[in-house]
Structure formats: C-alpha cells, structure tokens
C-alpha cells in the first residue's frame, strides 16, 4: 500500500529528475527538504516558503511529541493544518533525536529508552508508539523507527543495529494505521561495511515499502566513506522508488549524491549557518560577519535572484547578522533559496541532458583552482560523470567494483 | 545570467552617479475636533529622483493621513517584519518608517551608506518614507549625564556614543531621509532645573547648526525639549517656532516624567506652536498615551509599543468599531487579558482554534490560530515575534485610523473617553483579583 506515485522524467547514467506526488503535493526531485523542527522554519513564513520553492517540509516526531504533542496536533487536523502549510511535509521517527540530544538514551529490542526532558522518568519509545505519534502528526512521508549507530562506530554492534532495524521495520509496517495517507519509508543501516548494508537493502525491498532511505550517514564519517555507502544503496535499491539521504547536506554532498541516483536531502546546515552570520554562494560560504563585507556594497551573491540578494548589500548585512533577527530571517531566505535553486537546477539539467555541464559549472565555481577534493572525483568517476575540463586531479578508485 | 549583470550595472551605476534626489513635504490640516486641539491632516511626501533613467530609484509620492503612526524599526527594518511581509500593512498607513542614524554607529558607514545611496537605497523601499529620529526609546536612549555643551550621548547595543551637530548632519546628509529632527539634549524628568535649562540652550543652538551645516533637502523637525518645566517647554517650543523648520519633534517624554503632568506640558508646547505645521512625539506609546497626545494636537506617533507587545507574547484585541466595547469575557483571566490585549503565552490558548481577533484581516488573523502562535512562543520560535508584530502593527494602524475618522466627524472625546473609561474598569477589576497585568514597570 502507498500513497505516493514516482516517475522518473530523465536521466543522466545514476541520476534521475522524477515527478513524486504526495497527498499534499507534487514535488519535483532531486529536492532538499528544510528542517522545521517545531512546526515552522526557523524565522520564515510559509507563503515565504512557498515563493523561494520550497516542496517539503521536515518536522521532528521527538520535538514536536514533546511540544505541543501529538495529540493536540492530531485535534487539530494535523500538522498541516496546525502550521498552516499546504504542500507536504516529512516526520522523522523520533529516535535520532533521543539518541543524539539525550544523554541517557538506551536502546533495546523493545524500542528506545530514555529519561524524559520533562519530567526526569523513564520512558519507551517503541517503534509501535513513533508509528502511532506520526500517523497523529500526519506528515505525507513518516520514516521507521531504526536502531541508529555512529558511523564510526565498528564491530558487532553495527550489526546488531542493522538486523534490529530489519526486525522494526515489520513492527512499523503492522503498526501503520494510515498507509493510504502516508508513506512509511524504510531505513538502510549497516554502517559503513557493504556485506550489512546489501542484507538492509534486501530485507527493506522485499517489504516493498513506498521509499527507501539510507541511514547512519552524515556522522562524522569520512568522505570517502559516505560516497561509497550511497553508491552502494543507490545501486541496489529499486529504480521505481524515491531514495532519501538522511541528514545531507552539504551543497557539494547534494551534488555528488544525487549523481549517484539520491533523490532526497534534509539537513539543518543553510538556517542553522544562517544564524551565525555565514551565506552560501556558489563559490562556497560568504562569512557576513567579516569585518571585509562592512562597507561592501554588492549583494550576497549577484547570480541570485531572491528578494534578499534584490534588496540588500553585503555592508547592510554586515550590520544586521548575529545582532537582529532580521539578520538572521533575511540569510536563512537566502541560504534555502541556494539549497531549492540547487535541487531545480539538478532536476532541469538532468531532463535536458545538461547534467554532466551542470555538474562542471557547480565544481569550478567552488574549487577555481581545480583542487577537486579527491572523494568527489572518485564518486564522479563511478557516476560516470566527467569532470576532467574542471579538476585537476585523477581519481583514484582502485577499490572499485 | 543576464538579469544578474543588469543589476550589477545598476548598483555600479548607483555608486558612480551621486543621486540627485529633490524631497518636497507638505502637511495640511483637514478636520479639528471640538475642543480644538486634536486634528486631522495629510502629510505629503514626494521625492522626484534624476537618476530614475539609469536605473535609480523612482520618483514617488507617499499621502499619509494624520495623527499616524510611525513603524519603529531597527536599521531601517521593522523588528521582525520583513520586506515582502511589509507591504501586506495597511497603504499607505504603513509607509513611514522611523529609524535612529545611531543604529548605524558600528557600520556601513556615512560614505558607503552615501554609495549605496541613502536610506531608501540601503533598505530597498523607495516607495516608503523614511524619518531619522536620534533616539528611538529600544536601541538608542539619551544618556543626559554623558551629553555636553558639545553634543549628544546616546546609549546604544554597541556601546555609548558622543554626538556632536557636525558628525549627525554627516549621517543625515549621506542617509537623506524624507524627515530627520534636529539633535536634542533630552534629559531625564529628575534632572536640576539648571539642567534642564542647559538642556534647552543647547537643544536651540544645536538646531541653529543643524540649519546652518544643512546640505539635504529632507524636510527638518525643530527638537523641543524642555523636561518637566512649563516655564523651559514654553521657552524652547518659541524659540524653535522662530527658526525656519517644516515641522516639529517634541522631545523628553517617557524618561520619568508622570503621567499627570503631562497633558498640561504638551499643552504648554503645542499651543505656542503654528498650527500649520506637523508634530511629532516620541515616549508616548500606550493607547491612552497616544489619545492623551492627539487631544493635545500631537500627529505623529513611533510604535515603540508594539515592539515591547510584541517581544511580551502580547497581541491587541480591543474593537476598532470606534465604540471601545472592551472583552469582557469571563473566561479570560486578569492573566491573560486586561481588556486590550491578550498574553498568547497563557495556557488558556493552548488548544484555541480561533483567530487573535476574528475578522481582522492582517496576515496573521487570515492564516494563523492563537494555538499556533502559543506553541510558537512556548518554544522560543522566532516566527511567534513576526506574527505578532504583524497583527500588532496591523490593528494599532487601524487604531489610528479609528482616531481620525472619530476626529472627523467630531466625536474624538467621546472616543478618549469611553475607551479610558473601559480601561479603567478593567484595570480596577486586575487590581481587585491582585493579578496586574503591567507591560511596563
Ligand atoms: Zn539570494
Ligand atoms: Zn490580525
């Protein structure tokens, strides 16, 4: 049973642009969903959503389960209604977020343990009751209770994650009471070994669930590392279905995923940078907070075409960022609309068979001097994407095949 | 990208060309009220530009009725409105904007703010007047002890600052806003009364060389101070009158003055005044302070207010009928109510579906439940401010426009009265459960 329709509209080798249409709205992909982790992105409105293109809205089960509750979400008519937001939106388990936030979270085969923030006493979250609390939230997309593991964790217990995940997926699947409604997708585990990932791959698929997403990334893991696990999961997960990398990225990690055949991304980075006075420009990252930018009078970034960079000088700003919230409402505007002009441009280069130009364009704005880090030539490399005419270094993937 | 290109052209071109800006103001009063002080009046603005042919900004003309209210902003922006949410305000009654020169102390400064272009440039709202008030009451408050014979301190986030007349003027000439007011010596209520007096010779000789180092044509407001001495007010307002300004700033109030004395101050003040020009006002934010400010013949008004409603969990609910019918629900605690404006931080909204005030058309009302923004505030979220600050500004501008139409057709006491009157009532009754709801110490 799903609730959503994909249909790749083009390709480039690994990479596809594809219309995916959810209860709530036909989104165009690759796309970066921003995070609004309490029902609303951090200093934007939502028809400021709408107008910078935004098609996905990711909302935390653990925040949002604490404040102001399921239930009262679920009263009133669900998060999209509660917000007020049209288009779709995503909910995540709730298990990350225990994990990384609280320090006293355990995780055993009934579900995750944990001390409640509110009131000190222990608590369960199984994957039955992250199921329940998300079918109460109501989001377009819901995702499984996993056993997380850091990536730089080795050794039995990655294992051990990755089988308890295959033996939760089945409690999440029964536990889904609205599967007309809402996708559940399925988490990859398996660290970074392949043999774990492949048998996580396998087991997801046979469920035939309505997507698939690749798990325990963007952890502190090394580049290399990252690349090679998303190749991996891109290669054997079905064509048919929408394939979402948790918590990437990074604009670079963006473009080599989706290379690779992702089709997904979230991550806190373009609002959270926001706040501390950093934009993102083609180049790479615009410190506003520099002293440089004080009497700089041109914009964030001239090839922009967001209110922000319509209106503003770098000097004005200058003055702003860290010190009004104005500062930092007006580069999180700027910072999403990069990400969502990032997604449109992938999806429109892949359709017109531009994507390997787009690709060079992308990488010799950031590294003018053709220092390609040497991950991203390797995973071009397995994308079948040629990069020779913007990078100087050869990639080196002897550990291929 | 060519669009890009183009607009890089157009900030070169800025840069390059110094903008030959000519701003007119006119102001004339249209309707008094019976007792013969409150008034009506339209303010004009027009700015014709000519460099609009290579892509400088273009003439505009902004008609804005009065007694009116000011946006308080911080640089130039409101607090947490942004650009785009802006013009969803009320039009024109939204379009002037007050800023203090002090809040660009820390940068761009006056030569790369004169670059961009000024003010209007800076902030991408050509089709908004701008008004440069050195102290705003939030980020730039008069610091009397640290002034001098030679300028103005002011204490600001970044630190305090000496302003002398030659180095504002600098600022005013490079922001060239539409309205700027001459730098003034406010003092604190309890200062000596040969302080106060100082205050008043300097004010006057700072507005002389205002005047005399003048190279804008932004229509200047004469500065009034005078503290609480009728005697130094009446001084300051003839002498100010006397010099060749468009309009008028009185100045000092809201820095521990009472609330008592202040009509009869106001009083003392507006009545010296021509009544041809305009007047400006800054300290008075309150409902009841606005009224007690128009019924002693004060137009404009800063929204200072609403910036401390706003960052308090506090929306305004009470009736824009004209009729001032209070909520008197009993529902509503002393806590979360205190008949004009409700706290969205009580748990009482937790799970109300309603609107903050159902019928109001402002974007917050039209898309957003009080459940909604209680949870926004419970979690610290800035979107909670933006909203607030939306309908906030929205319905103290439809306040306004209540003032003046009662003005008009000659019932504005009754209209001071009856929503005085109300207060009143509720405030006793706050008292009487011992559960004051005081937004201000
Ligand atoms: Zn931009
Ligand atoms: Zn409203």
Redesign the interface.
């Known amino acids: 049973m799903m609730a959503l329709r994909f249909e790749v509209l083009g390709r480039f080798n690994r990479a596809r642009a594809a219309r995916l249409t959810l209860p709530h709205f036909t989104c165009h992909t690759p796309l970066f969903m921003p995070v609004g982790t309490?029902?609303?992105i951090?200093?934007?409105?939502?028809p400021?959503l709408e107008?910078i293109g935004c098609q996905i809205i990711l909302g935390n089960t653990y925040?949002l389960a604490l404040?102001?509750t399921s239930e009262?979400i679920d009263?009133?008519g669900g998060l999209h209604n509660?917000?007020?937001w049209p288009r779709a939106l995503l909910t995540d388990s709730g298990g990350f977020q225990m994990v990384s936030l609280l320090h006293l979270a355990d995780i055993t085969e009934e579900g995750v343990t944990f001390q409640s923030p509110v009131d000190g006493k222990p608590m369960l979250l199984t994957p039955e009751e992250s199921i329940q609390i998300q079918n109460r939230i109501g989001a377009d997309i819901i995702m499984a209770l996993d056993d997380v593991v850091k990536t730089t964790i080795t050794g039995p217990r990655i294992e051990e994650a990755m089988h308890r995940t295959l033996r939760w997926i089945d409690r999440c699947i029964a536990a889904h009471k609205r599967p007309n409604e809402q996708n559940l997708f399925g988490i990859v585990q398996g660290g970074l070994d392949p043999v774990l990932r492949d048998i996580c791959v396998q087991g997801l698929v046979e469920r035939n669930l309505p997507g698939y997403a690749i798990g325990g990334l963007a952890g502190g893991e090394d580049k290399d590392s990252f690349w090679r696990v998303v190749a991996q999961c891109t290669a054997s997960l079905p064509e048919s279905k929408p394939r979402y990398v948790m918590g990437v990225g990074y604009p670079l990690d963006i473009v080599v995923c989706s290379a690779l055949g992702a089709d997904m991304y979230d991550c806190v980075y373009p609002t959270r940078t926001a706040r501390f006075g950093t934009a993102l420009v083609p180049e790479g990252v615009l410190k506003l907070k520099h002293q440089s930018m004080?009497?700089d009078?041109?914009?964030i970034d001239?090839?922009?075409?967001c209110?922000v960079c319509?209106?503003?000088?770098r000097?004005?700003l200058?003055?702003?960022v860290t010190?009004?919230?104005?500062g930092?409402?007006?580069l999180s505007?700027h910072n999403l609309h990069y990400m969502l002009q990032l997604s449109r441009n992938l999806h429109s280069s892949i359709i017109e068979g531009t994507f390997p130009e787009f690709v060079c364009n992308f990488l010799r704005k950031m590294f003018p001097k053709g220092d390609v880090p040497e991950w991203v030539c390797n995973a071009m490399e397995v994308a079948g994407i040629d990069i020779s005419s913007c990078s100087t270094s050869t990639p080196v993937n002897s550990n291929k095949d | 990208m060519p669009q890009a290109e183009r607009r890089e052209r157009i900030l070169d071109g800025i840069l390059q060309e110094s903008i030959r800006e000519t701003h007119k103001m006119k102001f004339a009063v249209k309707a008094w009220s019976k007792s013969g002080r409150a008034r009506v009046g339209l303010l004009q603005l027009s700015t014709t530009s000519s460099s609009f042919a290579q892509g400088g900004p273009p003439a505009k003309e902004i008609e804005i009725e009065t007694p009116a209210l000011l946006l308080t902003t911080r640089k130039g922006l409101p607090a947490f409105i942004s650009p785009d949410h802006l013009s969803s305000l009320p039009n024109p009654d939204s379009r002037l904007l007050q800023f203090s020169p002090m809040h660009f102390m820390e940068g761009p400064n006056s030569k790369t703010i004169s670059a961009i272009g000024g003010v209007h440039q800076l902030l991408g709202l050509h089709e908004y007047g701008f008004v440069a008030v050195p102290r705003d009451s939030i980020l730039s408050l008069p610091e009397c002890n640290s002034s001098n014979k030679n300028g103005a301190s002011f204490e600001t986030p970044c630190g305090r600052f000496l302003v002398k007349p030659v180095e504002y003027m600098k600022m005013i000439s490079s922001m060239k806003p539409d309205l700027w007011v001459s730098l003034a010596d406010e003092v604190h209520a309890s200062v000596t009364t040969k302080r106060n007096k100082a205050s008043v010779d300097r004010t006057i000789k700072w507005l002389d060389d205002c005047i005399s180092l003048k190279s804008t044509d932004g229509a200047l407001f004469g500065s009034i101070v005078g503290g609480c001495s009728i005697e130094e007010r009446q001084r300051c307002a003839q002498e100010v009158a006397k010099r060749n300004v468009s309009g008028f700033y009185i100045g000092g109030f809201g820095l521990g003055d009472s609330v008592d004395e202040r009509a009869t101050l106001l009083h003392a003040v507006t009545d010296l005044l021509p009544k041809e020009k305009p007047r400006h006002v800054c300290g008075l934010g309150l409902p009841e302070e606005v009224l007690q400010g128009i019924a002693a013949g004060i137009d404009l008004f800063d929204s200072t207010y609403i910036y401390h409603l706003t960052l308090g969990g506090f929306a305004l609910v009470f009736p824009l009928d004209g009729k001032c019918k209070h909520v008197s629900d009993p529902g509503i605690s002393a806590m979360a109510s205190d008949g004009t404006k409700i706290n969205l931080k009580a748990t009482i909204y937790r799970k109300d579906a309603s609107r903050i005030v159902d019928g109001c058309i402002c974007y917050t009302c039209q898309n957003h439940t009080k459940a909604y923004i209680n949870h926004l505030l419970n979690v610290h979220e800035m979107l909670a401010h933006i909203l607030l600050e939306i309908h906030n500004t929205h319905h103290y501008l439809s306040f306004f426009g209540v003032i003046r139409e009662a003005i008009t057709e000659g019932r504005f006491e009754e209209l001071r009265e009856s929503f005085i009157e109300k207060r009143r009532d509720h405030l006793l009754a706050a008292c009487e459960l011992e559960t004051p709801v005081r937004l201000r110490a």
Do not use: V
């Open positions: 309490q029902g609303t951090k200093g934007l409105t939502t400021q107008e925040h404040r102001p009262l009263e009133f509660f917000m007020n004080a009497e009078t041109r914009p001239s090839t922009c075409e209110m319509k209106k503003y000088t000097a004005y200058h003055c702003l010190k009004d919230a104005m930092s409402q007006l505007y």
